[in-house]
């Protein structure tokens, strides 16, 4: 059989042409406009605002970081007696790893300024001021409501190291030579648990390493040693203020304090006291 070769070479060049056009179908090449921007900002990658200076005042909610050691001043001169004030709700306080280094004279480290709620301070080491370590203005204003303090060094204060108010948080923090109470729990609903205490209350006759002045806190999982060992006497749990009550006190251990290890009223639930190796009750506080 003949091939028709007119009728092959149109079919061959419409394929091309069909070809052709498919291939010029890609729209156009040229660029719409200026590349955009891909790097985030700095407010992006850290959402946070810098404290760069002592006796910063912290008067709006947000989440704030220490950028660098701060020193105080004594009260009277120029400079800040204070840490670190905190005037608002809802605020986060990271120290990042640095120190709140107070001089005599000096306030508080942390002073939360009223009444205020929902607040954290973590990460870092207070020290040296001539007041309390974290604290607030107790008792002539009501006590700041939902405090979480941890991972804090809260180290050779003259006063308490961390007074609490109510519904606080204290977990583990180092809390060692500071003139009264390590941990001063004053307010209702706290839990303090898993904190070491060491060497507290040099500075006054009857101090604790952990004292209670509150009804319903929770204390658990605390080590206190060798409280108010250059004074008369110290304790290193104290519950026995009259008319604070439902406070749980449970497996702690507490050392170098003799008989005033524990000093807890009725109306209150402590787990049983005694030494590790005749406790058998899985909530004892252990004696030494």
């Known amino acids: 059989m003949k091939t028709n070769s007119s009728i092959i070479v ?3 060049v419409s394929g091309f042409l069909a070809t052709a056009t498919f291939a010029f179908a890609q729209g156009t090449l040229t660029p719409p406009g200026a590349p955009a921007p891909t790097m985030k900002s700095l407010d992006q990658i850290e959402p946070r605002i810098p404290i760069t200076y002592d ?5 709006k909610p947000g989440s704030y970081y220490v950028t660098t050691n701060l ?23 990271d120290l990042n790893g640095f120190t709140l280094q107070g001089v005599p004279g000096s306030y508080s480290g942390v002073y939360i300024n009223g ?41 050779a ?3 308490h190291g961390i007074v609490t108010g109510n519904g ?14 390590g941990i ?18 040099a500075n006054t006759d009857g101090g604790a390493g ?42 702690n251990s507490v050392s170098g304090n003799g008989a005033n290890n524990y000093s807890v009223a009725s109306g209150n639930d402590v787990g049983p006291v005694g030494t590790a190796a005749t406790s058998t009750s899985p909530w004892a506080n252990i004696s030494h």
Do not use: M
Not at 168 to 181: A, E, K, R
Not at 231 to 247: P, Q
């Open 157 to 159: 204060n003259a006063n």
């Open 168 to 181: 606080c948080i204290v977990s583990d923090c180092l809390v060692v030579n500071d003139g009264f109470d």
């Open 71 to 93: 020193t105080g001043s004594p009260y009277g001169v120029p400079g800040s007696p204070y840490g670190i004030q905190i005037a608002s709700d809802n605020v986060t306080v």
């Open 184 to 201: 001063f729990v004053y307010g209702n609903g706290s839990q303090i648990i898993g904190n070491t205490l060491i060497g507290n209350a």
């Open 10 to 12: 149109p079919l061959i």
């Open 115 to 155: 009444s205020h709620t929902n607040i954290t301070v973590r990460n870092g080491i207070i020290t040296g001021w001539g007041g309390n370590g974290v604290t607030w203005n107790y008792p002539s204003t009501p006590p700041p409501q939902n405090v979480v303090l941890e991972h804090l060094t809260v180290y």
């Open 55 to 59: 006796g910063y005042n912290i008067n």
């Open 210 to 251: 952990i004292g209670v002045e509150g009804s319903n806190n929770r204390i658990e999982g605390n080590h206190v040693t060798g409280t108010a060992s250059s004074r008369a006497f110290g304790y290193g749990i104290e519950c026995d203020t009259s008319g604070f009550i439902n406070n749980i006190i449970i497996k």
